[in-house]
């Protein structure tokens, strides 16, 4: 697929749109404003599109092009795959990141406070000052319950459905969005992955993406749902008699998602929320046409109409990138480092095709009064006139093509597949099968699995990270205040309102990010208990250096213990007295038996032969 050759404009003066009025503007000229800024955008794409067709058609071929958005879902695709390793690569990645980071079947996040107290001197708190926020037992339980309540929303939603989705977009195109909405009806939370054409972005000034404009399709039903069938008729003429002949027919419509200018913290409606949110609809026609090599708007402007303006607290809708360049805002993935050897491999897989096919049904060349008379199915008969000489010298022969062989081995393939593999971190993820076929694994040790755990962590960590900051902390950010504004998260509990604290951070307990955790935090506390132990064989009071007790938090909480099953303070104490009590108890019956002894054993009359009676013997004598 060609590469457009236009260049990006500095003024958009031709969209005939007037200049924007910030903070005066009418619901029409954010409407306008809106279909502006979506040109904006949308020309700054047009140079990623080629690229990511070309990405989609050999690695995901299932997801339909950019170019494909006239066309019914449905359509057959991967007419031009001939080698489908790049899709089983993507699928490992894919299901071993869900796995490993985000499954349904085990808990992947925690929330926690890692601030500290510090009380004033006159406080009957002092005591925990320099301690965690989240060490306090009744911020322990609240966040406990915290987790319950999000752990619920999860599974009520359709977020382990769609995830999967989400991270292979991130790993094909690069850049992946995921939309988080509520469903008041149900209760429950709605996630949806758009595709790659329906999202244009745009990037504050720290490289975090702020805004994002949706064009997509809604039927006529689901407008009519939305927004109110009164209103779309008023705004539409037609919509009655469109709706009444087919209800499903779809129309274009623009969400565009951006900071709000005019954001007024203490305004209780949807137009003071942080997030402004306007929905855009053009009577009779599209909001965005692509034409030759770029994109324009159809109709007039005076046929833009603003359907409602709300607002949100949070970013609704959440884009991922696997890895952003500092000069560009769209992302790339590991797809994008691949496609040479995706191409390759293709073009390989093509050309031992046709030459496969070639050596199985060879061109023939025969003389023409045989046209038609040729049989070439299984147990075909070509019949010839007998009075044309000998037979052998009449019948069609192979036509000489020069290739007899396959240009391309298996090995050779093998060695571009395993390239490929190698970009999709495919082998990280099976890297113990792998060794269980090398015959390897049955004479490996716990700590050497730990070992190859943790090289795992270290190999994903960037992308991994980026993924936890980017996705999944602004994801878990949404869902908390989706579920704090319905009531559903419990009170905090007097000590959070009463001081200051910093914000509730997450920590991911997925089996990758506790295997880099166990490389680094794990592994530091064990190495550093071993050698305590070796000095204190030399000097017992080296003990007295560590606090015991932090340690043994720290190493439990670094593998994802439950904070509900550690025991409060007091009780520890009272464990600790009771033991010491017993202690004491036991010595001092001992000692008592002791004493028992020795005053029974000098109340004994001294025998003759004994050794006691000689020596007082001895000494009765030499007296």
Request: hydrophobic share 35%.
């Given at each position: 697929m060609p590469y457009p050759t236009v260049s990006i404009p500095d003024n958009f003066a031709q969209s005939g749109a007037p200049p924007s009025k910030l903070g005066k503007r009418t619901d029409e000229q954010k409407a306008v404003d809106c279909q502006k800024y979506l040109l904006v955008l949308a020309q700054q794409r047009l140079f990623w599109e080629p690229q990511i067709d070309n990405i989609i058609a050999y690695v995901n071929h299932g997801r339909r092009f950019i170019t494909d958005k006239d066309l019914w879902p449905g359509q057959p695709t991967g007419q031009y795959v001939y080698d489908d390793s790049a899709m089983l690569a993507r699928n490992m990645l894919v299901d071993g990141m869900v796995g490993?980071?985000?499954?349904?079947?085990?808990?992947?996040?925690?929330?926690?406070?890692?601030?500290?107290?510090?009380?004033?001197?006159?406080?009957?708190?002092?005591?925990?000052?320099?301690?965690?926020?989240?060490?306090?037992?009744q911020v322990q339980r609240w966040l406990q319950d915290c987790q319950t309540v999000m752990y619920s929303a999860f599974n009520r939603s359709n977020f382990y459905d769609v995830v999967t989705e989400f991270i292979s977009d991130g790993a094909t195109t690069g850049t992946s969005h995921l939309l988080i909405e509520e469903d008041i009806t149900r209760a429950a939370i709605n996630f949806i992955v758009p595709h790659f054409r329906e999202c244009f972005i745009a990037t504050n000034q720290y490289g975090r993406v702020d805004t994002n404009y949706r064009v997509y399709r809604m039927t006529l039903r689901q407008l009519s749902e939305k927004f109110g069938f009164k209103k779309m008729k008023d705004i539409d003429q037609n919509f009655?008699?469109?709706?009444?002949?087919?209800?499903?027919?779809?129309?274009?419509?623009?969400?565009?998602?951006?900071?709000?200018?005019?954001?007024?913290?203490?305004?209780?409606?949807?137009?003071?929320?942080?997030?402004?949110?306007?929905?855009?609809?053009?009577?009779?026609?599209?909001?965005?046409?692509?034409?030759?090599?770029?994109?324009?708007?159809?109709?007039?402007?005076?046929?833009?109409?603003?359907?409602?303006?709300?607002?949100?607290?949070?970013?609704?809708?959440?884009?991922?990138?696997?890895?952003?360049?500092?000069?560009?805002?769209?992302?790339?993935?590991?797809?994008?480092?691949?496609?040479?050897?995706?191409?390759?491999?293709?073009?390989?897989?093509?050309?031992?095709?046709?030459?496969?096919?070639?050596?199985?049904?060879?061109?023939?060349?025969?003389?023409?009064?045989?046209?038609?008379?040729?049989?070439?199915?299984?147990?075909?008969?070509?019949?010839?006139?007998?009075?044309?000489?000998?037979?052998?010298?009449?019948?069609?022969?192979?036509?000489?093509?020069?290739?007899?062989?396959?240009?391309?081995?298996?090995?050779?393939?093998?060695?571009?597949?395993?390239?490929?593999?190698?970009?999709?971190?495919?082998?990280?993820?099976?890297?113990?099968?792998?060794?269980?076929?090398?015959?390897?694994?049955?004479?490996?040790?716990?700590?050497?699995?730990?070992?190859?755990?943790?090289?795992k962590a270290a190999i994903l960590g960037t992308r991994v990270g980026n993924l936890q900051s980017e996705a999944f902390d602004p994801l878990i950010e949404r869902v908390?205040?989706?579920?704090?504004?319905?009531?559903?998260?419990?009170?905090?509990?007097?000590?959070?309102l009463s001081e200051l604290h910093g914000p509730v951070e997450v920590q991911y307990l997925g089996p990758l990010a506790q295997a880099q955790t166990r490389l680094t935090k794990v592994r530091s506390i064990t190495t550093g208990a071993n050698l305590l132990t070796q000095i204190a064989q030399i000097n017992p009071a080296a003990l007295d250096v560590v606090d015991t007790d932090q340690m043994a938090r720290e190493a439990m909480d670094s593998v994802g213990f439950p904070v509900s099953c550690y025991r409060d303070p007091k009780m520890v104490a009272i464990i600790r007295e009771q033991r010491i009590k017993a202690q004491q108890d036991q010595q001092q019956a001992e000692l008592a038996l002791t004493t028992a002894k020795a005053a029974a054993a000098a109340s004994k009359t001294v025998q003759p032969q004994s050794p006691l009676r000689a020596m007082l013997g001895n000494g009765e004598a030499q007296q």
């Amino acid at each position: 697929m060609p590469y457009p050759t236009v260049s990006i404009p500095d003024n958009f003066a031709q969209s005939g749109a007037p200049p924007s009025k910030l903070g005066k503007r009418t619901d029409e000229q954010k409407a306008v404003d809106c279909q502006k800024y979506l040109l904006v955008l949308a020309q700054q794409r047009l140079f990623w599109e080629p690229q990511i067709d070309n990405i989609i058609a050999y690695v995901n071929h299932g997801r339909r092009f950019i170019t494909d958005k006239d066309l019914w879902p449905g359509q057959p695709t991967g007419q031009y795959v001939y080698d489908d390793s790049a899709m089983l690569a993507r699928n490992m990645l894919v299901d071993g990141m869900v796995g490993y980071l985000c499954s349904r079947n085990q808990p992947w996040f925690a929330l926690e406070l890692p601030g500290v107290f510090n009380f004033p001197r006159s406080s009957g708190m002092r005591s925990w000052n320099g301690k965690r926020v989240d060490e306090y037992p009744q911020v322990q339980r609240w966040l406990q319950d915290c987790q319950t309540v999000m752990y619920s929303a999860f599974n009520r939603s359709n977020f382990y459905d769609v995830v999967t989705e989400f991270i292979s977009d991130g790993a094909t195109t690069g850049t992946s969005h995921l939309l988080i909405e509520e469903d008041i009806t149900r209760a429950a939370i709605n996630f949806i992955v758009p595709h790659f054409r329906e999202c244009f972005i745009a990037t504050n000034q720290y490289g975090r993406v702020d805004t994002n404009y949706r064009v997509y399709r809604m039927t006529l039903r689901q407008l009519s749902e939305k927004f109110g069938f009164k209103k779309m008729k008023d705004i539409d003429q037609n919509f009655e008699r469109d709706y009444e002949n087919n209800m499903h027919a779809e129309r274009e419509v623009l969400h565009a998602i951006y900071p709000r200018e005019d954001y007024v913290p203490w305004r209780i409606d949807a137009k003071g929320k942080k997030w402004e949110s306007v929905w855009v609809y053009r009577k009779g026609g599209k909001i965005l046409e692509r034409q030759g090599d770029g994109y324009d708007r159809t109709g007039s402007l005076e046929s833009l109409h603003n359907l409602g303006e709300g607002g949100y607290d949070s970013m609704p809708i959440i884009t991922w990138r696997w890895r952003v360049n500092s000069d560009e805002v769209y992302g790339r993935g590991p797809a994008h480092d691949a496609f040479v050897s995706i191409a390759q491999a293709n073009q390989m897989g093509r050309t031992n095709l046709i030459t496969a096919q070639r050596a199985a049904e060879p061109p023939l060349v025969a003389y023409s009064d045989l046209r038609g008379a040729i049989q070439r199915g299984p147990n075909g008969i070509t019949y010839m006139e007998n009075n044309r000489g000998d037979i052998r010298l009449r019948s069609p022969q192979e036509l000489h093509t020069g290739v007899q062989n396959l240009p391309f081995n298996i090995e050779f393939q093998d060695r571009v597949r395993q390239i490929i593999n190698a970009h999709f971190h495919t082998d990280v993820f099976m890297m113990m099968s792998q060794l269980a076929n090398q015959g390897k694994s049955e004479r490996m040790v716990v700590e050497q699995v730990m070992e190859l755990q943790g090289e795992k962590a270290a190999i994903l960590g960037t992308r991994v990270g980026n993924l936890q900051s980017e996705a999944f902390d602004p994801l878990i950010e949404r869902v908390f205040s989706i579920e704090a504004a319905a009531g559903r998260i419990p009170e905090p509990p007097p000590i959070l309102l009463s001081e200051l604290h910093g914000p509730v951070e997450v920590q991911y307990l997925g089996p990758l990010a506790q295997a880099q955790t166990r490389l680094t935090k794990v592994r530091s506390i064990t190495t550093g208990a071993n050698l305590l132990t070796q000095i204190a064989q030399i000097n017992p009071a080296a003990l007295d250096v560590v606090d015991t007790d932090q340690m043994a938090r720290e190493a439990m909480d670094s593998v994802g213990f439950p904070v509900s099953c550690y025991r409060d303070p007091k009780m520890v104490a009272i464990i600790r007295e009771q033991r010491i009590k017993a202690q004491q108890d036991q010595q001092q019956a001992e000692l008592a038996l002791t004493t028992a002894k020795a005053a029974a054993a000098a109340s004994k009359t001294v025998q003759p032969q004994s050794p006691l009676r000689a020596m007082l013997g001895n000494g009765e004598a030499q007296q």
